[in-house]
């Protein structure tokens, strides 16, 4: 998540306005923060410009792939096998420390996007484009191989009709 970091000298406006990834988005990050812009966060003071991860907020992505233990694998199956059906997603977490995680405890669920939610480690800036668009091809090829999965043991598709009457809802349409 996007933070700066306290000089004892400086208000959090100034280390905002200084820093050369939060300029970019200084309006969003002083509106939120309005009411603490003219404080001085004291010398290695890490002060977090937002709460959320997301790419609107100025959050980096990287690959936290190594962090996948054994252990975190059961810890996450046990909380996905939980739902009825769900088969693909990725969990969106936040932990404690990154042992913590490894050994598949002391962490939150902050999201849980089911098919449509993309591999987020592929915004990864050590990825290219090529890459990225692999494992997307990769991650469509398996929901594609649950889904025939699905069928296979008498799961019904849905129509064409209902399909596309359930996305122009989503998209604030309406199909008769």
């Known amino acids: ?21 939060a300029v970019c988005m200084a309006r969003v990050y002083m509106d939120g923060l309005a009411e603490r812009l003219f404080e001085l966060p004291a010398e290695g003071e890490r002060v977090r410009l937002v709460e959320l991860g997301t790419h609107s907020l100025g959050a980096i992505f990287r690959d936290g792939n190594h962090l996948i233990t054994p ?3 059961r810890r996450i199956d046990e909380i996905a096998r939980r ?10 977490l936040r932990a404690v420390s990154e042992r913590s995680l490894r050994e598949g405890r002391e962490f939150k669920i902050l999201e849980l996007n089911g098919l449509t939610g993309e591999a987020a480690h592929i915004y990864d800036a050590r990825y290219s484009v090529r890459e990225a668009w692999r494992i997307l091809g ?18 019904k598709a849905a129509p064409h009709a209902e399909v596309a009457r359930e996305i122009l809802r989503f998209l604030g349409g309406n199909l008769p």
Do not use: C, S, Y
Not at 1 to 21: A, K, S, W
Not at 83 to 92: S, T, V, Y
Not at 142 to 154: H, K, Q, T
């Open 83 to 92: 739902f009825k059906g769900f088969h693909f997603g990725r969990f969106d």
């Open 71 to 73: 252990e975190l694998e």
């Open 138 to 155: 990769q991650q469509w090829a398996d929901a594609f191989a649950i889904a025939d999965a699905n069928l296979v043991r008498g799961a």
């Open 1 to 21: 998540l996007p933070e700066v970091i306290g000089d004892g000298r400086r208000t959090l406006e100034r280390l905002i306005l200084d820093d050369q990834r």
